[in-house]
């Protein structure tokens, strides 16, 4: 059973860098076909894919986010993170990470992380 | 970036009836190349990451009770629940993977009448 355990930092100022990494359990983040992905959710509303990483590397981003996000993979961790830069308060949000199996032969998020709760405030 | 429009946006149906979920791309997510339609439906409880119900629309996820059903093709989609169980409140999300970004209909909130 794949599980995936976001972790980093709760608390993050105004115009600083949100960094979060999660960590993949119970398979190999170089699975064939599965890429990996971050997903917001802003308390009350709905859900905003931010991007996804293959494990070679290979990265796809929003566009509303792009200029602010980088998603980097350490195979030998079996784990990704997520940094975005410049936050405002309009980035709190429950950051969850969760398998992509977008170009998989099952399609759609089928594993998520619990989701980490991120304030932006000074 | 694909528009996934949801109605309604709530629902309140009484224990036992059917519910009915309806979810409009902006484009098709019909891949006439394999026929598939890239799209996804997900159940989220308070306090719970999103669970994966269904993908290629009507591929159910293993362990989701049969009660489900995913169905439709090209922009419009449904997802039914035949006899509403209380463990079924819940917000409904579909998704498109058809491209890049993949995004999300806003939601709908299923209660009990």
């Known amino acids: 059973q794949v599980q995936l355990q976001e972790s980093g930092p709760g608390l993050v100022k105004p115009s600083q860098t949100l960094s979060l990494t999660c960590t993949v359990s119970g398979g190999s983040i170089s699975s064939d076909s599965y890429y990996w992905s971050w997903i917001r959710q802003p308390a009350g509303k709905g859900l905003e894919w931010i991007g996804r990483i293959y494990a070679s590397g290979t990265t796809n981003y929003n566009p509303s986010l792009k200029s602010r996000v980088t998603i980097s993979v350490d195979t030998s961790k079996n784990h990704f993170s997520l940094k975005l830069s410049s936050v405002t308060a309009a980035d709190t949000a429950v950051y969850y990470c969760?398998?992509?199996?977008?170009?998989?032969?099952?399609?759609?998020?089928?594993?998520w992380g619990q989701g980490t709760l991120v304030t932006v405030s000074s | 970036d694909i528009v996934m429009t949801q109605s309604p946006d709530s629902l309140a149906v009484s224990l036992g009836e059917r519910a009915t979920i309806n979810c409009k791309s902006s484009?098709?997510?019909?891949?006439?190349?394999?026929?598939?339609?890239?799209l996804a439906w997900y159940q989220q409880k308070p306090g719970q990451p999103p669970k994966l119900l269904f993908y290629w629309a009507s591929t159910r996820e293993s362990e989701v009770p049969d009660r489900f059903s995913g169905s439709g093709s090209g922009t419009d989609f449904t997802l039914t629940i035949s006899s509403l169980q209380a463990e079924d409140v819940a917000v409904y999300y579909c998704q498109q993977y058809y491209r890049t970004p993949p995004t999300f209909g806003q939601g709908t909130k299923l209660e009990i009448k």
């Open positions: 969760a398998r992509d199996g977008s170009y998989s032969t099952r399609g759609g998020f089928d594993y």
């Open positions: 484009q098709s997510v019909l891949y006439s190349s394999n026929n598939k339609n890239y």
